[in-house]
């Protein structure tokens, strides 16, 4: 009977195993290395335990934080700018045509659902987030708590 | 089908302005970002239809060049490695550890940090971030595995665990 242990449980291998496991979770392996690294981890409790560790730090890494998103006229003034450098362009123009349409749609829909809205009487009542007054001789001014991130316009690109 | 401005912006316009935004910092330089990229798609919009593997690659690779140009207006001087962007000065209170991931891809060097980005925030393939980054693709790989190994060695005291570093600790350049 032969008792000795298959090559990928060899507790030798632990060393170089650890070292290749960021790899191995990127995808920067060869196959055969992957191979290799994925059946010792079934059979390497303490290396298993390293590649846990190691998953979650990459899951750490790999989150994406939150940006916002582009403005809505964003394309439009693409295709403006491109119409500018390329005057005469008639897909260019045709493309800006349709944007803008949805664009000023959009638009319209929005007033007429603003103008068809009943107006609505301010409560009397006490509200739950009340806005701040500035203090006098303040430089905040009202309504703008202090540290308010200020509002984002966009800028055009000459 | 990647064909027409429509439906390529539809398909990379959020994507290209949030890797502008993580790369640069900046929400107002990713606007300008993101139009001018779209503007040079429109202006190259024939050489590129029909190429449709080539589309994403090629707005990122825009993106992370007005990026870099930008980088230079913001700090003057050339970009080496070590660059970082200007960093906000510490809260008050405590990061968490999104902010630290946040903070320390910010401090990579451009080339690492849009490495970094394209593969772990926007799901670039190696051989399309080596069109991006205009490298082979084991040189696009080599320059990920540097980004994440410094990230990881920078970050390893915030950490619960530590990462395993026995093939070496990572240096810029």
């Keep these: 009977m ?11 291998l632990c060393p170089e195993i650890r070292a290749l496991l960021a790899d191995h979770l990127d995808g920067l392996l060869e196959p055969a290395q992957a191979a290799r690294a994925s059946e010792h981890l079934e059979t390497c409790a303490a290396c298993a335990g390293e590649a846990d560790r190691a998953r979650r730090i990459h899951a750490a890494l790999a989150a994406p934080w939150d ?23 008639g897909r260019v123009v045709g493309v800006a045509l349709r944007y803008a349409a949805t664009f000023a749609a959009g638009v319209l829909a929005a007033f007429l659902v603003f103008r068809a809205e009943p107006a609505r009487s301010l409560p009397t009542t ?33 | 089908m990647e064909s027409g401005f429509e439906a390529v912006y539809a398909r990379y316009g959020r994507q290209v302005h949030a890797f502008a935004a ?12 993101c139009q001018e990229t779209f503007v040079r798609y429109l202006q190259h919009e024939d050489a590129l239809r029909g190429r449709n593997g080539h589309v994403a690659p090629w707005l990122f ?16 001087g050339a970009l080496h490695d070590g660059d970082a962007l200007p960093v906000a ?30 593969r772990a925030h926007h799901g670039l393939t190696f051989p399309q971030m080596a069109l991006v980054l205009d490298l082979s ?24 665990e530590r990462i395993s570093h026995e093939h070496g600790t990572a240096h810029e350049h």
Excluded at chain 1, 67 to 85: F, N, W
């Design chain 1, 2 to 12: 032969n008792t000795e242990r298959p090559m990928n449980t060899d507790p030798r």
């Design chain 1, 67 to 89: 940006v916002p998103g582009p403005s809505t006229d964003l394309p439009l003034r693409a295709l403006a700018s491109a119409r500018a450098r390329r005057p005469g362009s």
């Design chain 1, 126 to 158: 006490e509200v739950a987030h009340p806005v701040p007054v500035a203090a006098p001789g303040s430089d905040i001014p009202n309504g703008m708590p202090e540290g308010a991130a200020p509002t984002y316009s966009p800028r055009r690109i000459r």
């Design chain 2, 22 to 33: 993580r790369f640069t910092g900046d929400v107002g330089a990713a606007e300008e970002i």
């Design chain 2, 61 to 76: 690779r825009v993106a992370a060049n007005l990026g870099v140009d930008r980088l230079r207006k913001m700090k003057p």
């Design chain 2, 89 to 118: 000065p510490p809260p008050a209170v405590e990061p968490d550890d999104g902010e630290r991931v946040r903070r320390a891809v910010t401090e990579l060097a451009p080339d690492l940090r849009a490495a970094f980005l394209l």
């Design chain 2, 137 to 160: 693709e084991r040189g696009a790989k080599d320059r990920y595995r540097r980004a994440r190994d410094l990230l990881a060695e920078r970050l390893a005291p915030w950490f619960p």
